[in-house]
């Protein structure tokens, strides 16, 4: 067998690299160094298997090709969590709680909160969004959490941020939604792609916009719900997108349905939830295998502490899952492939500065996980583990 030894071999600047063809074995002791670059200097269209190194989030990513992009080689539930002290340190999931309602003076707030949902403890903070807003929604991918829309204290906004999971910070601008949207817009993604659903713009909308969580830009059309309304649930797995209940006018919806990330078009009906709710439009409340919607408004405005449940992978009704530790709504969804952690939220009298979780494989009653740094309602969640991942 040839054999042909180096040192450094790479490309030089502007020139050619040699084609190695057929079958190659690297037995060095030593290492070998691919390509690498930050997040906006990723090369497109490139052959399907090709690796680099991200620097943004230091990790290798292999380009899967045209139609899926870039995705990062690493399990969820073992990243690498910059920041952060005590129970948000080393590896796991982070869960992000975006935006809220003040407690004190029900102003709009531009607060993140952070905590690292295979562990216990109180939350910690981020950074800050763009503007202070409340009824908006929040989705994101492994390495990528997005906020959008909702409304700032005199205007409705369009507006699309995001920040880097990893890393503690401030958002940064992405683009704009094809319209204003607050009520609660119904978010959710997979690694690929995020959804916005529902909402108001001023009227309820049944209108979904999708954008590709890993570029920048604005949001376009991808089809349409069966009904339109503001403040329903939505869950996924990665390959479906989950949207539940609502609320459209005097009427409160129990339709579920769903539609495939990959593809864009109207949504199919899955089921039906027990009852007609709305809940609090925020997005990722599940994993890989199970949705659980927590945290809702019964038909009448009564706030109830009920948990629900369903199997993404097939199509029917809700099932009890148990009981939340009080009854709240507009809380924050913060999903890992093994937990579901419900933070902050309103109980009918006042904003709770709670976070609690149940163990998604097991049916059965929420416990206490820690508290918010604040005692706000309407936040926003996203995780690096949901089950779109």
Known sequence: MSEFQASNFKKAQGGSAPDIVGKVEFTSPYFFVPPSGDTASRPTSCAPGTIRFNTDVGTL???????IGWEYIQRAESQYLGGGTGSNTGTGVRGLAMSSTDGGSGAETNTIEFITISTLGNSQDFGDLTYESRQGTGFSSRTRAIHAGGFDGSNRRNNIE???IPSLG?????????????GSPSGISNQTRGLIAAGENPNNTNDIDYITIAST???VDFGHLSNAYQQGFAAGSSTRGI????????????????VTFMTTGDVT????LSSPKRGSGKGNASNSTRAI???EDKSGDTITNVMEFITIATTGNATDFGDATSAITTVANLFSPTRGVFAGGYNGSSNINSIQFVEIATTGNAQDFGDCTQTNAGRD?????????
Not at 61 to 67: C, I, K, L
Not at 247 to 255: C, F, L, S
Request: glycine share 22%; net charge negative.
């Open 381 to 389: 969640g996203a995780s690096s583990g949901h089950g779109g991942l």
């Open 162 to 164: 995001f920040v880097t």
């Open 61 to 67: 990513e292999v380009w899967r090709g045209d139609t």
């Open 269 to 272: 009906d899955f089921g039906d």
């Open 293 to 295: 919607f927590c945290g």
């Open 217 to 219: 830009g604005n949001a």
């Open 243 to 258: 949207f539940a209940g609502g609320k459209g006018g005097p009427t409160r919806y129990n339709v579920i349905e769903f």
């Open 170 to 182: 401030n958002a940064q601008d992405f683009g704009d939604l094809q319209e204003t949207r607050i």
